[in-house]
């Protein structure tokens, strides 16, 4: 099976065939619980999910998939205004704890990287002052998540510009430093497909120490004056530990009329040449989720077969 020659491929958030899954709670019907049941169902859905990460970390050991990025929602309504709560307030905390620590020590006894990309709702870029306050309160939930199950990345976007991008890009390098330690240690920026390329970011990101996620997909949907060989090489250098990318594939092709969109799987030549010797972690966005990954890593074996 082709694990790269020094690369991981990673899979992204949910499975689509596999009988791994991740639940949600609706607020609108928790809201109608007393205190006593809204905590019982939470906690019921934070031990699924709890168990569906060992789970998920353990198809991944057995299918040569090296990173695993984790749905937001391992922890659903953490942050909500009214719902929010800490995990000591669920009935199932011990078994909870023992899952995450679980997840912890086989990732990292299979080399299974976790990540973590939060919505495009949170940002650091907004001239909102509650918009930057509930972004931030997000990203520290994600951070909390993050050390209990040992996650070293948290994949956020430059978000909007709101007509002067300058500006915004300003905004966001003040809140980077209005972020505790558990959060900016592991946030990383990610080129976008429609405001900001990595020629955009880098300057941030030099300045502010956070590295840099490449996403080959957005920069050929939203170019600059660099090449990919180019982004590829300075966006490893902003890293000090093993580079996270992104890579998928246009769901039309790049001739269609629309290029942003992901396609169920990867076609292999949207792989740039220059990654596949590289120490890096590739998650695979694509809509076939672990099946894509899986043809993607037949695909490049028989492609370095008959190379």
Known sequence: MYNGKRNRLGLCCIFRDEDITFKSRQATYIERLDKENRLEQISVTVLHNASSLVRAIDYCAMNGIGCFRV???M????THPKLHYALTDLPDYALIMDLFETSRGFARKHNIRLTFHPDQFTLLSSPREQVTEKSI?????????AELIGADVITLHGGGAYGDKAGALGRV???????PYAVRSRLALENDDRVYSPMDL???CEKMGI???????????LKDELS???VTGLARKTWDREPLFHLSSPKYGWS???IRSHHDYINPDDMPESWKDLEVTIEIEAKAKELAVSQLQQELARLARVA
């Open 71 to 73: 749905n937001s929602r």
């Open 75 to 78: 922890l659903p309504l953490k």
């Open 137 to 145: 309160e997000e990203l520290i939930y994600h951070a909390e998540v």
């Open 173 to 179: 390098m003040e809140n980077i430093d209005r972020l």
């Open 202 to 204: 880098f300057p941030v």
């Open 211 to 221: 590295p840099l996620v490449y996403d080959v997909h957005h920069h050929r949907c």
């Open 228 to 230: 990919i060989d180019d």
């Open 256 to 258: 269609g009329n629309d």
